[in-house]
């Protein structure tokens, strides 16, 4: 069997990245090295012409091929004859083997400094008004005279103009962030309710508001819309804060990201569903306990996470969560490390490449089994 695999590197390449691209950019970095485990792999760009070639090919060579989809499907989707499938969302990553070996770094010394580059695109309560050095760019005045005239003789020139002189576009210096204490980590959608995010900053902001050494990072999965940037931003400059907050609006590389989860010593989970996310599943296998709303049978439980002992699908205060969490950290190393290592074994059942290998080939061979009786009927 021949495996097209299609997936748009370009908003990926562009740091275009939305929540979409993340998660399908996820998908094809795990699941890839298994598919060329099992047959030949092809990796293709461009949907019509290179999905189509390749079957076209394969078809005159007596082969089988399928088309595997690691991005949203488009208009030119139904019109493949290759035979095709958009990879499901019910198999996890095996995400376990590549992140439960910074476990081992985990412990009550993690409070050392570590550097996290970011582009600039923040917001941190231990900068100046919150926000990084910026730069306004105007376009330079010889360039908008020779326009404006330009246009004046060229009518329809008038309305791209006026655009283009009004628009004004910041730019951010890189921002180095150095990380210490108790860091609480966060990821944000700009789909996610905004009464659970506020609680939980309100929560953080109350619970240390005369404590230092404590740190919240709200990191972004996609790029959070500006209006939600700005209600962060207003929230947390009406709060008094001994603590610090972070935002990171932006996509980090492999190698930021990886520095963010081994300097985490608690990752929260504020979703009431029993599912637990791709993005929380890589700290908990690095051996983060977490914080979470409710437990999961497989995954969060007290052994490893900080749970409210009445759990519903309500929004609930974690006061006391991070109280005793950060009274764990600080006072209680060895406990710690036994519920970091709890926390990593949890996943090592769950997302392990020697877990889900089995349930991904068993998945490819219902569907290569149907796409053969298809084609014998």
């Known amino acids: 069997m021949i495996y097209i695999v299609y997936s748009n590197k370009n908003e990926i390449l562009l740091n275009r990245i939305g929540i979409k691209e993340i998660q399908h950019y996820s998908d094809l970095k795990y699941f890839l090295p298994l598919l060329e485990q099992r047959g030949t792999v092809v990796q293709v760009e461009f949907l019509q012409d290179g999905v189509e070639s390749v079957f076209q090919f394969a078809k005159s060579l007596g082969e089988s091929a399928i088309c595997i989809f690691f991005s949203e499907q488009d208009r030119d989707f139904d019109r493949l004859q290759c035979p095709k499938i958009i ?19 985990t412990s009550k010394e993690n409070t050392q400094n570590v550097s996290i580059i970011t582009q600039g695109n923040i917001i ?9 050095k910026y730069e306004v760019r105007l376009m330079p005045l010889e360039r908008s005279l020779k326009a404006s005239w330009y246009a004046i003789k060229q009518w329809k020139m008038r309305l791209g103009l006026y655009y283009l002189l009004r628009k004004k576009s910041s730019h951010f210096y890189p921002s180095e962030l150095i990380m210490d204490g108790v860091v609480y980590t966060l990821h944000l959608r700009s789909a996610d309710r905004p009464g659970k995010w506020k609680l939980i900053i309100n929560d953080f902001c109350d619970t240390f508001k005369n404590t ?24 947390i400059k009406r709060k008094s804060i ?8 932006e996509h980090l590389s492999q190698q930021q990201y990886e520095k963010l989860i081994d300097v985490t010593a608690f ?3 504020f979703s ?19 914080i979470s709303l409710v437990d999961n049978n497989n995954l969060l439980n007290t052994e490893n996470s900080f749970i409210p002992s009445v759990q519903n699908k309500k929004i609930q205060s974690i006061k ?3 109280l005793q969490s ?6 209680n190393p060895k406990v710690y490390q036994k519920m970091s290592i709890a926390a990593s074994l949890s996943t090592k059942k769950y997302c392990s490449l020697e877990v889900v290998k089995p349930e991904f080939f068993r998945w490819l061979d219902e569907i290569e089994t149907k796409f053969i009786n298809d084609q014998n009927s």
């Open 326 to 331: 950060f009274k764990l950290f600080k006072e």
């Open 87 to 105: 990879f499901p969302s019910f198999i996890p990553p095996p995400v376990w083997d590549h992140f439960h070996c910074l476990t081992s770094s």
């Open 242 to 249: 001994s603590g610090r907050i972070i935002l990171i609006n």
């Open 124 to 132: 941190d309560t231990n900068l100046p008004g919150f926000l990084p």
């Open 267 to 269: 990752i929260i989970n």
């Open 320 to 322: 006391n969560q991070l």
């Open 272 to 290: 009431t569903d029993r599912k637990v996310g791709k993005s929380i599943l890589e700290f908990i296998s690095a051996g983060k306990p977490a």
């Open 212 to 235: 230092t050494g404590a740190t919240l990072v709200i990191k972004a999965v996609g790029s959070l819309k500006e209006s939600v940037k700005r209600a962060i931003f207003h929230q």
